[in-house]
């Protein structure tokens, strides 16, 4: 990747090029759904996402642990963090409110409801784009960043496996922030790139 800058703009958009390159595949089986428990705070969350998730909060209640239903009768589903960003509540410093636990795997209840059809809202989108990090700097301009996270390292090594790019992963939480529109133009992209950095 001699030949290529470690930022790229596509549309409005600034991203790591680790996001177009760097290979990533989720494997549940091998992580169990870690990425929902580790950390110190919970998941990004815009004001729109907060009321989505209240909405369907009497679905995916029976999911949850008893200690998540008393941190949300608390603090309700979300909380400002130390760095001053809305997230979801966690339990005891750790768990998302919303994990739930299915065979040993670590699940969203948020998902679960909505992939068996009870409710229209799926997950937070920062957890859908998931090893991408989006952050919105001065001006309004949208910063990705590929997550680099030792718990993941089993997703790397599938991905490595599928010759799977991160982009290409997450094609559908992609499309879902940003648009067909936007994600063809990051396919072009990425071809323009490949081309390019295999010419000698």
């Known amino acids: 990747m001699d030949k290529v800058p470690p930022i ?16 990533f595949c989720c494997d549940l089986e091998k992580c169990k759904g870690q990425c929902c428990v580790e950390g110190d ?13 209240e909405a369907c909060l009497d679905e995916v209640w029976p999911d949850m642990s008893a ?8 603090q309700g589903v979300a909380y400002t963090d130390s760095e001053g960003d809305l997230v979801t509540s966690i ?29 229209a809202f799926c997950k937070p989108i920062s957890c859908a784009l998931y090893p991408i990090r989006e952050k919105t700097f001065s001006g309004g301009v949208t910063g990705l960043n590929y997550n680099e996270w030792n718990v993941c390292r089993d ?8 010759q799977l790019p991160v982009y290409k992963f ?28 295999q010419q000698p």
Do not use: M
């Open 8 to 23: 790229l703009q596509v549309g409005s958009v600034l991203l790591s090029s680790d996001i177009l390159f760097k290979c």
């Open 41 to 53: 705070a919970g998941a990004p969350v815009t004001l729109d996402e907060v009321a989505e998730i």
């Open 67 to 74: 200690s998540a239903q008393a941190v949300v009768d608390r």
């Open 91 to 119: 339990v005891e410093g750790r768990d998302c409110v919303f994990t739930c636990y299915d065979n040993g795997l670590c699940l969203c209840a948020l998902e679960k409801a909505f992939r068996a059809g009870r409710t």
């Open 155 to 162: 997703a790397v090594a599938l991905g490595n496996q599928l």
């Open 170 to 197: 997450l094609k559908d939480p992609l499309i879902r922030r940003f648009g067909e529109d936007w994600y063809a133009q990051l396919e072009e992209v990425a071809k323009e790139l490949k081309h390019l950095n």
